[in-house]
């Protein structure tokens, strides 16, 4: 693994992985179902949208599946909702980073107006990365439990470090620019119960368009917790072009 990523991502003092006791928390809330009266009660605060394309990556070792609940609740309050297409998350591999890409150009060439990136944990953060590359197509970018700011640590280092010999060279310049934030507005959701990646990593540089906002919940199901739709939302429901800071309870 490269030892930039090793030094840099892992292995500071600077942060300690989230206790292990709050893996059991993870594992519960992965497998308990979400109650059809939860996903009602979120879908009738919620704002209607405008219809404008919303892509949905998901965190490591997830897929399209995990994204699901979100995507049928954005659906429902009318907007154009994408997947990723490029099954399970293994990381910054090449096929992801030119695949997430080609989806992004292909689905403003479909609709002909700019993207709102949602990404949970590790897909956050590469599409925070794609914004960067391409902020004239982007939106806004909203990023769930994900770590943007190095160092950092996570209980799933192991399994990273043992893909990432098929991680793309060009990812070692995504780690090195991670601090740098996006020219787009940037809305961070984040939890100091997060059992799988240290919050503090979690939060977006502070400045005009970025904003900061925690809520109650495990990291394993932030892309289906009714607080994060809360806040989702709300951000989507501003017009493009103006930003104001979250109002709501979440």
Not at 137 to 155: D, G, K, M, N
Not at 176 to 181: A, L
Request: aromatic share 6%; glycine share 8%; with cysteine.
């Amino acid at each position: 693994m490269d030892t930039f990523l090793m030094d840099t991502l892992f292995h500071s003092d600077k942060r300690a992985r989230p206790p292990v006791r709050r893996l059991w928390a993870e594992a519960v809330s992965a497998v308990t179902p979400m109650p059809r009266q939860v996903i009602l009660a979120a879908a009738r605060i919620a704002p209607p949208g405008d219809g404008h394309p919303v892509l949905l990556v998901p965190g490591f070792l997830r897929g399209e599946g995990y994204m699901a609940p979100l995507r049928r609740f954005l659906d429902a309050r009318g907007y154009a909702v994408y997947g990723w297409r490029l099954g399970v998350n293994l990381g910054p591999t090449e096929r992801v980073l030119d695949g997430v890409g080609r989806r992004l150009s292909d689905i403003v060439a479909r609709h002909d107006r700019s993207v709102t990136l949602i990404g949970h944990s590790l897909g956050g953060a590469l599409v925070r990365e794609l914004a960067k590359e391409r902020p004239e197509l982007v939106r806004q970018v909203i990023v769930l439990a994900s770590p943007i700011r190095l160092p950092t640590a996570s209980q799933l280092e192991p399994v990273y470090r043992m893909l990432s010999r098929w991680h793309s060279p060009d990812s070692r310049s995504l780690y090195e620019r991670v601090n740098e934030p996006p020219p787009v507005p940037v809305t961070a959701i984040h939890t100091r119960s997060d059992g799988i990646v240290a919050w503090q990593s979690c939060l977006e540089a502070e400045g005009p368009l970025r904003e900061n906002i925690e809520i109650k919940g495990p990291h394993s199901t932030m892309a289906r917790n009714p607080a994060a739709w809360r806040v989702i939302a709300d951000r989507l429901a501003q017009p493009e072009g103006y930003w104001r800071p979250y109002g709501g309870r979440s």
